[in-house]
């Protein structure tokens, strides 16, 4: 993503922390698309990325831009990717990371976080934006460096993954009519929003392919704000009461980067859209069934989008769509390990591997 310095907001080369992230396969998937009743559907496969996430795009500029400031110990509020691409960057960069999430996450999807050498502390909340109070009121008495993608508290990091814009307008012979992503804190929809108009203003695109966000439907701040017409700053201020969801990548009780992630929704002509965790799971196997993509639950949300898009007519039968896949079922074996069940045991006998269906 770094062939795009000029276009982000860090003033010095010699800063750059990297692994190589960004530059992901665009991959065409008529098989799914025919099952899913769409003209054509592209996948940006995000789980390639380094740490696999599209986290790595964000947190590459976030450590380079910690770096320029001369930080040494990073801050991170996460359940799981941000955390992996946050300790994975700063073991490079040679600085301390610390780790602070809620008390309901899952201890093996921090397992690679803490590989790389990263501390973590759950905090007894469900409220991400009550631990993110807390961390930045701890981080000036403490001298760490917060490191945040959701541009409320630092709007250079987020930046990082409208790159995924630049990327599709290179790799699209024409812009998809509907580009669908997951939502936690809004921040992907809003740097997705930012790219396109960046390309627009630049000549290179003509207009905005509509935009969809999805969330779980125990956790919809902007399913709430695009129903009720609300301002980035009401929804802000009105934290939304969290379930127990496996999708705790998209389970953020604001919606941190509203003051984007609306404008993503309404001036583009998108939709936003909640799924249930049962919904992410019959999408989270379809999807790998298809396409050979192994994606999170999470990141399985925009194929089931797809579904209740299609049902509602919202998105039309001769319609392009793109999906971007955000990040690894690595991340989330619990979850898979739900789906397919435990494998057949058989005898060391032919008749026995002669009477297999």
Not at 15 to 38: K, N, W
Not at 42 to 69: C, W
């Amino acid at each position: 993503m770094w062939r795009y310095f000029e276009l982000l907001p860090l003033g010095d080369r010699a800063s750059i922390v990297s692994q190589g992230e960004g530059q992901t396969p665009l991959m065409a998937s008529p098989r799914l698309a025919d099952h899913l009743g769409v003209g054509s559907l592209s996948l940006k496969n995000e789980t390639m990325n380094p740490t696999g996430s599209f986290k790595d795009r964000q947190v590459s500029l976030g450590i380079s831009k910690a770096r320029e400031a001369g930080a040494r110990t990073l801050a991170v509020i996460s359940s799981g990717n941000v955390a992996a691409a946050a300790a994975s960057y700063s073991a490079i960069a040679g600085m301390k990371c610390r780790i602070f999430a809620p008390y309901n996450t899952a201890e093996d999807k921090l397992v690679q976080a803490r590989m790389y050498g990263a501390s973590f502390v759950k905090v007894n909340t469900l409220s991400s934006s009550r631990i993110f109070e807390l961390v930045a009121e701890a981080c000036p008495q403490r001298s760490w460096h917060l490191l945040s993608t959701a541009g409320l508290y630092n709007p250079y990091h987020v930046e990082g993954a409208k790159t995924i814009a630049y990327e599709l307008m290179e790799q699209c012979s024409a812009m998809p009519d509907w580009v669908i992503a997951p939502v936690g804190g809004g921040g992907l929809i809003g740097a997705l929003w930012r790219g396109f108009n960046e390309l627009m203003s630049l000549g290179r695109l003509e207009e905005l392919p509509a935009i969809v966000g999805v969330q779980s439907s125990l956790c919809t701040p902007l399913l709430d704000a695009i129903e009720k017409d609300l301002s980035p700053a009401d929804v802000v201020a009105n934290p939304v009461e969290v379930g127990d969801t496996i999708a705790g990548a998209i389970a953020d009780d604001i919606l941190f980067d509203a003051y984007t992630a609306l404008p993503a929704i309404r001036e583009s002509g998108g939709k936003a859209v909640s799924v249930t965790d049962e919904e992410m799971l019959e999408a989270e196997a379809l999807l790998a069934r298809k396409t050979g993509i192994f994606a999170e639950p999470a990141s399985a949300s925009t194929i089931a989008a797809i579904e209740k898009l299609r049902d509602s007519n919202a998105i039309g039968e001769s319609d392009s769509v793109c999906c971007i896949i955000t990040g690894s079922g690595f991340k989330d074996m619990a979850s898979a390990k739900r789906l397919v069940g435990a494998p057949a045991q058989i005898e060391p006998t032919i008749e026995a591997f002669l009477q297999l269906d």
